[in-house]
């Protein structure tokens, strides 16, 4: 029983560029939640998805930065143009509902984005 | 603003001695804090939870102390291991499902 499956690990981009990063939720989770980790600091709320659904989205910047939860296939982060402040490591992390699911988070082991 | 102050921001403790990490929050409408260790490339990993009904909870060599009237709670690492070595992440939420996650504590165990 695979956990939460991030990819890439680690990706570089040029400012300017665009980064996608992906989640697969544990089997039979249907709720995905995204966090970013700067240097040095706690990790932050992003966003919270259900398939085909953004419920929450109060903790993504207003400009760059979507997400998406398809019918079929993971969830996407998506930053256009990055900057040298987006690197930070990315984490996603699935539940299998929204009831309490902070109870039942798990986390991926992120992807680590560098701008250069 | 930060929601939940973590201290030390790290910590060297000798192999078998007691680490212990602090937290604060201000909002009282939190009602669940749970502790997480990361370990380098890692992801966070549950180590162990609280609620405020309750003032200490002790799994294996993790001890959580709860203050509701102070509001803070701490984890203590008895016996600490090398293994223990890792960053540890205290955080709080309400009754839903953000975690607002402190800075973190690097925490190092010499042998």
């Known amino acids: 029983n695979a956990g939460v499956m991030q990819n890439p690990r680690h990706l570089v981009r040029r400012r300017g560029q665009e980064a996608r990063l992906r989640c697969s939720p544990m089997?039979?989770?249907?709720?995905v939640y995204w966090y970013r980790q700067l240097p040095e600091e706690g990790l932050k709320f992003m966003v919270y998805?259900?398939?085909?659904?953004?419920?929450?989205e109060s903790g993504m910047p207003k400009e760059r930065f979507s997400a998406e939860f398809p019918k079929e296939g993971p969830s996407i982060l998506r930053i256009q143009q990055v900057v040298r402040g987006d690197s930070a490591a990315y984490f996603c992390?699935?539940?299998?509902?929204?009831?309490?699911?902070?109870?039942?988070?798990?986390f991926g082991s992120g992807t680590r984005l560098t701008v250069v | 603003q930060q929601q939940v102050k973590q201290s030390p921001q790290s910590l060297i403790v000798q192999k078998g001695g007691i680490s212990i990490i602090n937290c604060a929050y201000e909002?009282?409408?939190?009602?669940?804090f749970p502790w997480y260790q990361q370990f380098p490339g890692k992801g966070p990993a549950l180590l162990i939870a609280?609620?405020?009904?309750?003032s200490e909870k002790k799994e294996g060599r993790f001890t959580i102390s709860f203050n509701k009237s102070a509001k803070q709670f701490s984890l203590h690492i008895m016996d600490s291991q090398p293994g223990d070595s890792a960053t540890y992440f205290c955080?709080?939420?309400?009754?839903?499902?953000?975690?607002?996650f402190g800075a973190g504590t690097t925490v190092t165990v010499r042998a």
């Open positions: 909002n009282t409408a939190f009602d669940y």
């Open positions: 089997k039979g989770h249907s709720h």
């Open positions: 609280i609620r405020p009904d309750v």
């Open positions: 992390a699935s539940s299998p509902s929204s009831v309490r699911a902070n109870y039942g988070y798990t």
């Open positions: 955080a709080a939420s309400k009754a839903d499902y953000k975690l607002s």
């Open positions: 998805l259900q398939k085909e659904n953004i419920i929450d």
